[in-house]
């Protein structure tokens, strides 16, 4: 359940951001906020946000020759548009950040109330957590891959081998490009206080006297977080029709069928619509969206630590390794993992602005601890009656 819930808070977050990203480039392409450009309001935002889950919905509902195809496209594209980023952005600024203060520096002058380097170090360790998030896609997929126990696991650690790699080169490139943090924080300049977009707007107006070149470097990332959002949805969809054909989904009857082309089209468009009843919540309250979409990441460590933890301690003598594995590290590599969520849930549940009121406490734990009441509730009330474990299907 921590699974399938964070499946959708992270389809939530990913296609939330990519419609807040896009009236940015609106924003800059109009003028930008200083120059009477359009700033779309909220409405406009879950409007943005409606449309590009259909279209992920609508993707998601083709055979899956075409999904394998589209993903091999949105791995081009992310590798090749992170290096034309890291490159393009710091040659074309015409001010760059030293060595010393990319590696260096620390803003402890935020603006959130956090002055200890140490504390800002360690949440600084969240937005990595966030974007390794979702790695467990190619095990969603091992029932319509080839020889999967072998190819799934590859396609795990390709997943984070490539995005640490990738994604190494890319900030350091843009943070290359950064000489001002407080302006590109400032919901003043021209971006609206939307930072990455800024850079990127800055570089090529300072060195062309437009920042049409950024533009279209916001549309190459753009169209990177587009295919996110289809890859999560497919993750989501495969997620809730192998837990529904196990009988532990309300209408789990519903969920599991799958069309001609051995899609399962109900759990595509269930996905949709609940991560668009998620995102809602904006409508509201910022910060209620906040703490249901903080699920995203801590929910779905939790789900990846839990089959862990049981591997390293009940499950240790009579587990059978499959022809992937790691062999006598396996148990050290285990443990590590383990500790290693428990570490990052408490530091995602750490105050992330000061001083503490009802619009900066974080959330967090109440939203996960919510969750974890609902479900132990329903396993005691009811699923513990009828649940016997993965329905088998070889």
Same mark, same amino acid.
């Given at each position: 359940m921590f699974n399938i819930v964070g499946q959708w808070a992270v389809t939530t977050s990913? !296609?939330?951001? *990519?419609?807040q990203l896009i009236q940015v480039i609106i924003l800059l392409s109009t003028g930008g906020k200083n120059g +009477?450009? /359009?700033?779309?309001?909220?409405?406009?935002?879950?409007? $943005?946000?409606g449309g590009i889950l259909v279209l992920h919905g609508i993707m998601n509902s083709l055979p899956i020759s075409w999904l394998s195809f589209l993903g091999q496209l949105a791995a081009f594209w992310?590798?090749?548009?992170? $290096?034309?980023? %890291?490159?393009?952005?710091?040659s074309v600024a015409p001010e760059r950040a030293s060595a010393k203060f990319v590696f260096t520096n620390c803003n402890s002058d935020n603006g959130e109330g956090i002055n200890s380097k140490p504390y800002i170090f360690?949440?600084? *360790? *969240? %937005?990595?957590? /966030?974007?390794?998030? +979702? /790695?467990d896609a190619s095990a969603h997929m091992t029932e319509e891959t080839? !020889?999967? !126990?072998i190819n799934g696991p590859k396609g795990i650690i390709s997943a984070v081998g490539i995005s640490v790699i990738a994604g190494w080169g890319y900030i350091l490139g843009i943070t290359f490009a950064v000489t001002d943090i407080p302006y590109l924080l400032n919901e003043n300049n021209e971006a609206g206080g939307y930072a990455?977009?800024?850079? $990127? /707007?800055?570089?090529f107006k300072r060195r062309y006297g437009h920042g049409f070149g950024g533009i279209i470097c916001l549309g190459i990332v753009a169209v990177a977080i587009f295919f996110c959002g289809m890859s999560s949805v497919t993750a989501n969809s495969r997620m809730a029709y192998a837990f529904s054909r196990d009988g532990a989904m309300p209408l789990s009857s519903l969920w599991h069928k799958v069309n001609s082309q051995e899609v399962p089209i109900n759990a595509v468009w269930l996905s949709v619509i609940i991560s668009f009843c998620m995102a809602l919540t904006s409508l509201g309250s910022i910060v209620a969206f906040e703490a249901m979409v903080s699920i995203a990441v801590i929910g779905l460590y939790i789900a990846y630590a839990l089959p862990i933890f049981f591997r390293v301690t009940l499950a240790r003598k009579r $587990?059978?390794?499959g022809p992937f594995n790691l062999g006598i590290y396996g148990v050290l590599v285990g443990w590590i993992a383990v500790l290693w969520v428990a570490i990052i849930s408490i530091l995602f549940s750490l105050p992330v602005s000061y001083p503490i009121t009802i619009e900066t406490l974080n959330y967090t734990p109440v939203a996960v601890g919510c969750l974890l009441i609902i479900v132990l509730s329903y396993w005691i009330i009811s699923g513990r009656r009828w649940f016997r474990g993965p329905v088998t299907n070889i």
């Amino acid at each position: 359940m921590f699974n399938i819930v964070g499946q959708w808070a992270v389809t939530t977050s990913v !296609d939330f951001s *990519l419609a807040q990203l896009i009236q940015v480039i609106i924003l800059l392409s109009t003028g930008g906020k200083n120059g +009477g450009g /359009y700033e779309g309001s909220k409405y406009v935002t879950i409007a $943005f946000h409606g449309g590009i889950l259909v279209l992920h919905g609508i993707m998601n509902s083709l055979p899956i020759s075409w999904l394998s195809f589209l993903g091999q496209l949105a791995a081009f594209w992310n590798v090749l548009g992170v $290096f034309v980023l %890291m490159i393009i952005i710091p040659s074309v600024a015409p001010e760059r950040a030293s060595a010393k203060f990319v590696f260096t520096n620390c803003n402890s002058d935020n603006g959130e109330g956090i002055n200890s380097k140490p504390y800002i170090f360690l949440l600084g *360790l *969240l %937005m990595s957590q /966030y974007t390794l998030t +979702g /790695y467990d896609a190619s095990a969603h997929m091992t029932e319509e891959t080839k !020889d999967a !126990d072998i190819n799934g696991p590859k396609g795990i650690i390709s997943a984070v081998g490539i995005s640490v790699i990738a994604g190494w080169g890319y900030i350091l490139g843009i943070t290359f490009a950064v000489t001002d943090i407080p302006y590109l924080l400032n919901e003043n300049n021209e971006a609206g206080g939307y930072a990455i977009a800024e850079v $990127f /707007y800055l570089a090529f107006k300072r060195r062309y006297g437009h920042g049409f070149g950024g533009i279209i470097c916001l549309g190459i990332v753009a169209v990177a977080i587009f295919f996110c959002g289809m890859s999560s949805v497919t993750a989501n969809s495969r997620m809730a029709y192998a837990f529904s054909r196990d009988g532990a989904m309300p209408l789990s009857s519903l969920w599991h069928k799958v069309n001609s082309q051995e899609v399962p089209i109900n759990a595509v468009w269930l996905s949709v619509i609940i991560s668009f009843c998620m995102a809602l919540t904006s409508l509201g309250s910022i910060v209620a969206f906040e703490a249901m979409v903080s699920i995203a990441v801590i929910g779905l460590y939790i789900a990846y630590a839990l089959p862990i933890f049981f591997r390293v301690t009940l499950a240790r003598k009579r $587990f059978v390794p499959g022809p992937f594995n790691l062999g006598i590290y396996g148990v050290l590599v285990g443990w590590i993992a383990v500790l290693w969520v428990a570490i990052i849930s408490i530091l995602f549940s750490l105050p992330v602005s000061y001083p503490i009121t009802i619009e900066t406490l974080n959330y967090t734990p109440v939203a996960v601890g919510c969750l974890l009441i609902i479900v132990l509730s329903y396993w005691i009330i009811s699923g513990r009656r009828w649940f016997r474990g993965p329905v088998t299907n070889i």
